[in-house]
């Protein structure tokens, strides 16, 4: 993306054919600008639609998306509409689980606070993925294997992804995936469960409470202005994630999520 504005307004006429007026290469932020609008509509554009809003001219841009689907991270469907491309596929892998290594300190940071165990996951395609988990040091504690993916309607990390998406997106996410009962306590009604999004809307946090496993519960807020759909949680016994844990221990996930989310905008802790 342009890195300022002055690199949406035309390049100087004294400046390198291929230099972008921030000091970059405009050709690579161009395309990395058109794979994100790609990503925002979807997945599938057209080049028009990609013409409007990114304001550039016809030949640029089909001269942009050539050399990316000659490189295989943009390929070109049988309608010639263009969709992103499989390479992308493990550059997200490999960013994702950078992604867990930068949130570690911050969930060990969540793990002393609160004494349970403290996860990362984001919302991949219709499925929530955990990308890092630090243990609690009790010795009955929650495990989730990073790299495990699950239904968002009945995880504490789900409802604090999905509260953030219209309802129509919602309800098209359900329909897609089902909602298979965890547990007797899962929410299983597409209006239930925009019920307790609004609640989750309203204060700040998400709880699974015994939805996904039966004795277990799960307090969860989303990392403001991540890069890619972004949650942490603490789980643990319900006997010990009471009511009373739970007005304690929101405002320290919320805290911690704000200076997770500086330290992922500054390209990580150390940046």
Known sequence: MPTSSASDAPADASAPKNSAPSGGVQSLERAFDLLERMADAGGEVGL???????????P???????TLVACGYVRQQANRRYALGPRL??????ASRLLGT?????????????????????LDGDEIVYVAQVPS??????FTEVGRRVLPHSTGV???????LPANEVRALLSRT???????KTITSPDAFLTALEEVRRSGY?????????????????????????????SGPAGRVTEEMTEKTVPVLQQIAVELSEALASSGPGA
Do not use: F
């Open 48 to 58: 028009s639609e990609l013409s409007v809003s990114s304001g550039l001219p016809l």
């Open 60 to 66: 640029t841009i089909h001269r942009l998306m050539r």
């Open 89 to 94: 596929i493990r550059l997200g892998e490999s």
């Open 102 to 122: 930068w949130a570690r300190p911050y969930l060990a940071r969540l793990v002393e606070e609160t004494g349970e165990t403290a996860n990362m996951a984001l």
């Open 137 to 142: 040091k009790h010795s009955m504690r929650m």
């Open 158 to 164: 789900g409802k604090a992804l999905l509260a953030h």
């Open 178 to 184: 089902g909602m298979p009962a965890a547990t007797e």
């Open 206 to 234: 998400a709880v699974d409470d015994n939805e996904q496993e039966i004795g277990v519960r799960c307090l969860a807020v989303s990392v403001p202005d991540s890069p890619t759909a972004a949650a942490i949680s603490i």
